[in-house]
């Protein structure tokens, strides 16, 4: 079975049986999505797959980790121990549609 360059990996080289699989999604979607793949010389169901299997074959928690961005913005903001952001966010909203 022959696979695309970017998304190989051990568990790639296995003989897997194909199915198909229907999805439903918007079309604005779709159309991002093959615009994509054509730009970085893969297919739709390449960049599926690789997707399902981020999510089940590599789904080790203790390996986990967050995008840099998270990391870096994570701990900024320090709140107190009891603040309430649900009256805070509903004060926002009434001062906001006065």
Do not use: C, Q, W
């Amino acid at each position: 079975m022959k696979r695309d360059k970017a998304y190989s990996t051990d568990f790639y080289e296995r003989k897997n049986m194909e199915a198909k699989l229907t999805l439903k999604l918007n079309n604005d979607s779709i159309s991002r999505a093959k615009e994509y793949v054509s730009k970085i010389g893969t297919s739709l169901s390449a960049i599926v797959e690789n997707f399902f299997d981020n999510l089940t074959v590599n789904n080790n928690k203790s390996k986990f980790s967050y995008s840099p961005l998270v990391n870096e913005l994570s701990g900024i903001i320090h709140l107190e121990e009891n603040y309430d952001y649900k009256s805070d966010y509903t004060s926002y909203l009434d001062k906001k549609y006065e």
